[in-house]
């Protein structure tokens, strides 16, 4: 390789690694971000309808008593793996907040997004983590866009996410004015 080459591969890596994360593969926080902008404007000018989810993971559980520690941090990089590669190509995945991650599901209504994310869910459920010695599943607020920007979006997704944890849990709660 000549030295431009090395130079555009090394500023390209440079620029990945600020829009990736490297353990999980999923977007970084801002990033995920701007592209959530990007598809309220999208939406605004083409009336597109998209979905947005905001996902947690619920209290991870030991598959047996034999002493193995659960690393929650090394578990939630797992899990949000298994859902980044489970996902449309269109479909944006993306870190929001240390232990949450945002899903941006664009061109689909409430209710065909749910039908992917209630696989997804059980995809998560049914799936043994850190060498099968642990068990998880995950909640999510769930909601259409509706003209609002990012911020209340979130907020409104935020409350949906609670709402499911409170509720026992391995849900996703959805504003029903969609549904």
């Known amino acids: 390789m000549n030295r431009r ?3 555009a591969e090394s500023w390209l890596m440079a620029i990945s690694s600020s829009l990736l994360d490297a353990t999980t593969g999923v977007f970084a926080e801002s990033y995920t971000l701007f592209l959530l902008d990007s598809e309220i404007h999208r939406a605004r000018r083409y ?4 979905a947005l989810a905001l996902i947690a993971m619920d209290e991870p559980r030991a598959i047996n008593d034999g002493g193995a520690q ?3 941090g ?3 990089a797992e899990v949000v793996t298994l859902l980044g590669r489970n996902m449309r190509e269109v479909d944006v995945a993306g870190h929001f907040g240390p232990d949450e991650l945002i899903l941006l599901l664009p061109n689909v209504t409430l209710g065909k997004a749910m039908i992917g994310l209630e696989r997804l869910r059980m995809r998560v459920e049914n799936r043994l983590f850190q060498s099968n010695q642990a068990a998880a599943t995950i909640s999510g607020g769930v909601s259409e866009y509706a003209g609002e920007n990012s911020g209340p979006l979130i907020a409104h997704c935020r409350s949906l996410l609670h709402h499911a944890r409170e509720s026992g849990g391995n849900r996703f709660c959805i504003d029903s004015g969609f549904a």
């Open 47 to 50: 009336g597109t309808p998209f």
């Open 70 to 72: 659960i690393d929650p």
């Open 74 to 76: 090394a578990l939630w």
């Open 5 to 7: 080459s090395l130079e």
